[in-house]
């Protein structure tokens, strides 16, 4: 019998469009369609400190096409848990890695409302992917949700993804690192963590990024937070770091040479990915 294409059947609340969704935010500075003029005033204001602004989501889809690639060729893992998936766009975790490996299981969470419309179209003639309404800042919702738990094994190794989302995640209640330390602890041996994160350098670039960071946070979608590499680290507990561990999305394996300079946005967002011994 064919899995559900969602995890619990749950029907989405309407889709406000008068504030901006953070799904809609990312798909408006990746060149899509699917925003609306909430959305788009989050990165033109962010524009106008940091003209680059939408290199921070490139470098975030980029960043995540290419650790795919490595896990789907270089592992033997074929499971994905991609949290905080967001709206669908070229080249989305199931398909760079059934590309791959079609054998591959993916499952997708999200609870933003555009999205799970958007993900449920997108997957309705994929039997090896499903999508999953859960509060991704919430682990026990993810883990113990019926649809993750009926599609994925959680006796073999999986691959959890969280890329470009904790930064939107900022309650004094819990900090990121007790929610990664929580899905980190639920995974198997041999089971690998994608994470990406925006960037305090703590540099000369550091300024960049907390003008950034007041502009996203004051912005329409309310959130965005700029982490020390410390802090990012500790995103990754007790996980063996791929080479070269956290580093600023563009230089983790780029495709070829470097041979333009970076610019300054591109410098305030960095990634890793980890493996549980």
């Keep these: 019998m064919a899995a559900p294409k969602t995890g619990d059947g749950r029907t989405p609340v309407q889709i406000d469009t008068t504030k901006a969704s953070i799904a809609r935010v990312y798909d408006y500075a990746l060149g899509g369609k699917d925003h609306y003029e909430a959305d788009r005033q989050t990165i033109e204001a962010v ?150 994160h925006f960037y305090d350098p703590e540099d000369d670039d550091s300024a960049l990024a907390r003008r950034m960071e007041e502009v996203f946070v004051h912005s329409p979608m309310g959130s965005g937070r700029f982490r020390t590499m410390a802090e990012i680290e500790g995103l990754f507990p007790g996980l063996e770091m791929v080479e070269p561990g956290v580093a600023v999305c563009a230089t983790w394996w780029p495709d070829g040479p470097l041979v333009k300079p970076l610019a300054p946005a591109q410098r305030c967002i960095a990634g890793g990915v980890g493996r549980k011994p």
Excluded: W
């Design 47 to 196: 524009r106008k400190v940091a003209p680059e602004v939408q290199l921070l989501a490139v470098d975030n889809r980029a960043f995540l096409v290419r650790a795919l690639r490595f896990l789907a060729s270089q592992t033997d893992v074929v499971q994905y848990l991609d949290c905080g998936s967001g709206l669908p766009t070229a080249d989305n975790t199931h398909q760079v890695v059934q590309r791959l490996r079609p054998e591959s299981r993916v499952v997708y969470v999200d609870n933003d409302p555009s999205v799970v419309v958007h993900g449920r179209a997108l997957l309705e003639d994929n039997e090896q992917t499903i999508f999953s309404p859960a509060d991704i800042f919430t682990p026990s919702s993810v883990l113990t949700d019926p649809g993750v738990r009926g599609f994925l094994d959680f006796d073999e190794p999986i691959v959890l993804i969280q890329n470009g989302t904790l930064h939107h995640y900022d309650d004094p209640a819990r900090s990121p690192q007790d929610i990664m330390a929580e899905y980190v602890e639920a995974l198997p041996s041999g089971s690998y963590v994608v994470a990406a």
